[in-house]
């Protein structure tokens, strides 16, 4: 009885912790777009700071658990490489296809994962992956917002770098998409290789997540810039290739902090700590929430974002998709699956 007291108040526990940290991502793309910096710079403030606020924690678990070795070093390392390119990628589809859009998108990573596990594990890939994929594709596609006519974008550019900004900003989710994937599946070989640490392999992630958006200020051309943002009057301006936003304001510095500790630190950690202690159909299922919160709820009350018929198809189409993959119709149904799905975030 004392074992399986302990066992429900621990799985209670491990509860609360990932849906405080689910709740807090749902809302990290809201905060990436009001604190307005420019996307690269962004993702270095807020991993910067967010490694800031890590490191008295990631000594804390070295001194009771022990150093992550070497293998999980590199790993660790090689996982933060392409989440600072997420990152950066995803920061800019924020600011061309919305908030609760770019949420969406992100979820391409089901695709990815599998099919890395795949290729370099040789885990076998459930026949369904193959019916899922494309339509996974489509559903990016439709929600991005590519589909959609001129007339529905009203209320900002239709261009940006002589790209349609529907389309750029789908390309930009899809690559984050892709490297969030990348990520996933680099992070869960770093896990296998730990002796239980969470926080010391999410700080030498946070490390390398700098490489990506520092190599990019330089392509960008504008900089570290820390006086003016991207939006004008919370809207994204006719010529953002080449208008400066709003100056950077002590509120803007509010939400680059808010986002830093509770959308970087704590909520990575919190969704770490929850995934490695309970199921992970489960997981996967908890997980949806935040993108779905970000587009039906909190983009639409903070920032109007109404998403047009063919991009709200689009989301279900997604969101349909990544259930699909993580087996939770099993799951609602009462079914236990056989197999052990590579494609549960």
Not at 111 to 140: Q, T
């Amino acid at each position: 009885m004392a074992n399986n007291s302990a066992t429900k108040g621990s799985n209670s526990k491990a509860y609360i912790i990932l849906i405080i940290g689910i709740m807090a991502l749902a809302f990290t793309a809201p905060w990436v777009k009001q604190s307005n910096f420019e996307p690269a710079t962004s993702v270095i403030l807020r991993v910067g700071i967010g490694l800031l606020f890590l490191l008295p924690f990631a000594i804390s678990e070295m001194r009771k658990i022990g150093k992550l070795n070497k293998t999980g070093v590199t790993l660790s390392l090689f996982a933060g490489l392409f989440l600072g390119i997420d990152f950066t990628a995803w920061n800019y589809s924020i600011y061309y296809v919305g908030s609760g859009i770019a949420s969406i998108l992100l979820n391409l990573q089901i695709i990815i994962l599998p099919a890395l596990a795949f290729l370099f594990d040789k885990e076998r890939i459930p026949k369904s992956f193959f019916i899922v994929a494309p339509i996974m594709i489509l559903g990016v596609l439709m929600t991005g917002g590519i589909f959609d006519s001129a007339d529905e974008t009203a209320g900002g550019p239709l261009t940006v770098y002589g790209m349609n900004i529907a389309v750029l900003g789908t390309i930009a989710g899809s690559i984050s998409g892709v490297c969030y994937g990348i990520y996933l599946y680099t992070s869960r070989k770093a896990s296998r290789v730990n002796a239980g640490q969470i926080v010391q392999p999410m700080a030498w992630a946070s490390l390398a997540q700098l490489v990506a958006p520092t190599i990019f200020l330089f392509i960008s051309g504008r900089g570290f810039d820390l006086t003016h943002g991207v939006l004008v009057n919370g809207q994204l301006p006719m010529n953002p290739e080449t208008t400066v936003g709003d100056p950077i304001t002590a509120m803007n510095w509010f939400w680059m902090l808010v986002l830093a500790t509770l959308g970087q630190a704590i909520a990575w950690t919190f969704v770490q700590y929850g995934a490695v202690r309970l199921n992970p159909t489960i997981v996967a299922g908890l997980l949806l929430l935040s993108p779905i919160s970000t587009v039906a709820i909190i983009a639409v009350l903070l920032f109007g974002e109404i998403p047009s018929t063919i991009q709200i198809l689009g989301v279900v189409l997604v969101l349909a998709a990544v259930a699909y993959q993580n087996n939770l119709h099993k799951t609602i149904f009462g079914k236990k699956s056989k197999d052990k799905s590579p494609g549960t975030a």
